[in-house]
């Protein structure tokens, strides 16, 4: 079966600072990752996707993950973070069945930006 | 850019009474789910739904949803007699294409009293 495990419900950093949510998956075969993110009272937004064509994966607002198969993480970076980024991040598995691909949620990490 | 719209964004129902939460997916997207999550828990797959029929659903997606594209625009869930533990935040998502990511509306607070 396939699932995500985001390892940090809450991280907090300070404004112009690195930022790292870190996310595992589990998936008997290739993958495809996705990482959203939540703003209060918002819906999902897509910052990026892997499928599989290249490991480093950049995405929207200065994001960065990295596919690791060794280690079967996709963490999410960002070389330095800005009051904005203050939001839920969702890492996503998805499974494909009957045509379809249903995602599979992490459980969230609120990430917390001080200035 | 093209975007996913639900309403109502929150709906109040008593125990019992029967609701539809509406969703308008991109025009050209084919493929089209519901998912919701409960305060403080994770975000749950409730269904998803291609040529006009449920592709999948969860064991959360019991005789009392449905869904319905009813005129080619909406998409919308119904639930025909809600229970206290329905209360969530209701999520509609579309995608171009077989595993093209997905994208959410704003989503709908249900709240059942």
């Known amino acids: 079966a396939q699932s995500v495990t985001q390892l940090d419900s809450h991280v907090s950093v300070s404004e112009g600072t690195p930022v790292l949510l870190r996310c595992n998956y589990s998936s008997s075969y290739s993958p495809s990752l996705f990482w959203y993110v939540q703003h209060p009272n918002k819906g999902l937004q897509l910052l990026l996707k892997y499928t599989s064509a290249a490991t480093l994966v950049k995405g929207i607002n200065g994001f960065e993950a990295e596919f690791k198969k060794s280690e079967t993480s996709f963490h999410l970076t960002k070389p330095s973070a800005h009051m904005s980024d203050a939001a839920e991040y969702f890492c996503?598995?998805?499974?494909?069945?009957?045509?379809?691909?249903?995602?599979?949620f992490g459980t969230g990490t609120r990430l917390k930006v001080l200035a | 850019e093209p975007e996913v719209t639900q309403t109502p964004s929150h709906q109040v129902t008593q125990m019992g009474q029967e609701v539809i939460l509406r969703c308008v997916p991109i025009?050209?997207?084919?493929?089209f789910y519901w998912y919701r999550q409960i305060l403080g828990q994770k975000v749950e797959f409730l269904v998803s739904?291609?040529?006009?029929?449920?592709?999948?659903k969860s064991e959360i997606f019991d005789d009392q949803f449905s869904v319905e594209r009813p005129d080619g625009s909406n998409f919308t869930l119904k639930i025909r007699s809600t229970k206290l533990e329905d209360s969530a935040m209701y999520f509609c998502a579309s995608s171009p294409g077989m595993n093209q990511p997905q994208h959410f509306g704003d989503g709908t607070r249900l709240s059942i009293l």
């Open positions: 739904f291609y040529n006009n029929e449920i592709s999948e």
């Open positions: 025009s050209n997207h084919l493929y």
């Open positions: 996503v598995v998805s499974r494909g069945y009957s045509g379809t691909y249903k995602y599979i």
